[in-house]
């Protein structure tokens, strides 16, 4: 086959690649919180004339080549010989979008690593969606490839990807690659980014529920003790973490509640005042003394999603009939 019809076939097999493969992908990556993407195979040849690959398709890939799930790459994993030769020029990878036949979007780039001999783990934090590749290789060392195994070569085994050639783009510009038919060694994990603040949910973000916070949730407790005035009730809360926290209660049948909010010191207690309103005024007059309302108050913290940052505490006011 001419050089010319050879490449528009893999060019038509890589768009093919991009759209029902992905169904797949996204499906099994469903199942598995952070969930790893790519290639494993080992590095042992140049990657010339390109200076970064990326793998599409791979016939009897046992896992997606694309991230699998919209959210953070936490890592990324290069596999490179056992006589991995010393003074190879740092590589990484970049987070590629492929546009179209020909050509793609360069969206988020990790830190330039040393390679060893071996399997090399990278921490990283790089947001990527769905049915994004990682691109490896660098201005400095331009990319590594996987031969092609006697075993691939009986079971005819077909792989389509694309090389872009030097010097490579930047996040955010587009670049037009060519097509490839070579492994590439490089895989990527990618977490849940539930809150949109830019950590993984499962191993860099302590609280996912709240995108203001990426160490432990705050932590809220009322203080057992209160104070009922003639206008209002006075209540202690203290945070483990500096946060903005809304006290409220409830008062069923009266059309109103009591509320207040302010942001408070981590470690101390702060004090709410919550203003008895004059409907609720009117029912403890209705109440004769010696009786009481019970009302129940909750504290939270703001923009905190669920019961993670919570308390509860239940108040009695006295009548005043």
């Known amino acids: 086959m001419e050089a010319s019809k050879l490449r528009r076939v893999i060019l038509t097999t890589l768009v093919l690649a991009l759209t029902a493969p992905l169904l797949t992908a996204v499906g099994a990556g469903g199942a598995v919180k952070g969930g ?5 195979c080992q590095g042992t040849r140049s990657g010339a ?3 970064a690959a990326f793998e599409v398709s791979r016939t009897g890939s046992s896992m997606p080549l694309a991230a699998p799930t919209s959210g953070v790459l936490t890592k990324w994993i290069a596999y490179m010989p056992a006589l991995f030769p010393e003074g190879v020029p740092p590589l990484t990878v970049r987070v590629v979008r492929v546009l179209g036949p020909g050509e793609a979007e360069v969206t988020a780039k990790a830190a330039l690593e040393s390679l060893r001999p071996g399997r090399n783990e990278f921490e990283t934090r790089l947001p990527i969606q769905a049915g994004e590749y990682l691109a490896f290789g660098s201005n400095e060392g331009a990319s590594i490839v996987c031969a092609t195994t006697a075993e691939e070569e009986e079971t ?8 872009f050639g030097l010097p490579l783009v930047q996040p955010g510009e587009k670049a037009s690659f060519e097509a490839t038919e070579a492994r590439v060694p490089v895989s990527g994990v990618v ?3 539930t809150d949109g603040d830019g950590f993984g949910d499962l191993t860099q973000d302590g609280c996912p529920q709240g995108a203001e916070y990426q160490g432990a949730c705050p932590i809220l407790h009322f203080a057992p003790a209160y104070t009922v005035g003639s206008g209002a ?6 945070s483990s973490a500096k946060a903005r926290v809304a006290v409220t209660g409830v ?3 009266l059309g109103t509640s009591l509320g207040a909010r302010k942001t408070v010191a981590p470690g101390k207690f702060s004090t709410f005042s ?3 309103p004059p409907a609720l005024a009117s029912r403890l007059g209705g109440i004769e003394s010696g009786r009481s309302l019970p009302v129940r108050l909750v504290a939270r913290v703001n923009h905190v999603v669920g019961n993670v940052s919570t308390d509860r505490l239940k108040v009695r006011l006295p009548g005043r009939g």
Do not use: N, W
């Open 36 to 40: 790893e993407f790519g290639d494993t």
């Open 49 to 51: 004339p390109y200076g």
């Open 156 to 163: 005819d085994v077909r792989v389509s990807g694309g090389g």
């Open 191 to 193: 977490e849940p980014d």
């Open 233 to 238: 009730v006075q209540v202690r809360v203290k």
């Open 251 to 253: 008062l069923p049948g």
């Open 274 to 276: 919550l203003a008895i």
